[in-house]
């Protein structure tokens, strides 16, 4: 069935430094490529996401690159900080309005 | 904009108990999802609706999980009896029919 393989499962990072997770799907159907940052206790949230229609996407800090070829698409955190501590989250989804396929998550632990 | 309720935030209750959760989604939101996330994992869908009918519940466990949406907005999902394996964050999502997929609180069972 569908599958979205994450890694690492944790990473450790100086603060100031990037931070990479990356992501491997196997539905070729999928189109559709968001990523969650949840923190301890809470919900998850939508940080940034892709379409399979563009290569890369920036806000800020964040990135995301996608290649359709080697179905693999990566999360990259610039000048990391203690608050992008939390367990970030890839999925798949192959379109509008169907269920996403998650990744099991990435621990990122930012140290001062 | 008011996000996704859910309710109870925690619950205890002993195998073979029943158990009922509560969500409300994003007003306008048609579609809904329910997700379960075992720890250390990435939320899995149980049931999706669109309205008040179901898309997909091809991984709900119909032997103990059942789940509704009247009216086509609040939805209850509910669990008899529970097994100790059924412990786990249950997190409601809602969408506008397009990608993007908000989350709900979540409501952490403990099945002791």
């Known amino acids: 069935g569908e599958n979205v393989e994450q890694h690492p499962s944790t990473l450790s990072v100086q603060e100031g430094d990037s931070a990479v997770i990356k992501c491997t799907y196997s539905?070729?159907?999928?189109?559709?490529f968001p990523w969650y940052k949840q923190e301890l206790g809470k919900r998850p949230q939508l940080i940034i996401d892709i379409r399979s229609n563009v290569g890369e996407k920036k806000d800020q800090r964040i990135a995301v690159t996608l290649n359709k070829t080697a179905k693999h698409f990566s999360l990259h955190i610039t000048e990391t900080q203690p608050e992008d501590s939390a367990v970030y989250f890839c999925?798949?989804?192959?379109?509008?309005?169907?269920?996403?396929?998650f990744g099991k998550g990435t621990t990122l632990s930012v140290s001062s | 904009e008011a996000g996704v309720a859910q309710s109870p935030r925690y619950k205890i209750i002993e195998k073979r108990q029943s158990v009922a959760f509560w969500c409300n989604p994003i007003s306008g939101h048609a579609t809904l999802y329910w997700y379960q996330q075992i720890l250390g994992q990435g939320p899995k869908l149980l049931i999706q609706?669109?309205?008040?009918?179901?898309?997909?519940d091809s991984q709900l466990p119909k032997d103990r999980f059942s789940a509704e949406r009247l009216k086509g907005v609040d939805s209850t999902l509910k669990i008899q009896p529970a097994k100790l394996e059924d412990s786990a964050v249950y997190l409601c999502?809602?969408?506008?029919?397009?990608?993007?997929?908000?989350f709900g609180p979540g409501t952490r069972l403990t099945v002791t």
């Open positions: 609706f669109q309205n008040n009918g179901v898309v997909d």
């Open positions: 999502a809602s969408s506008l029919n397009s990608y993007e997929q908000y």
């Open positions: 539905d070729s159907a999928s189109n559709y």
């Open positions: 999925a798949a989804g192959s379109q509008a309005g169907t269920a996403l396929i």
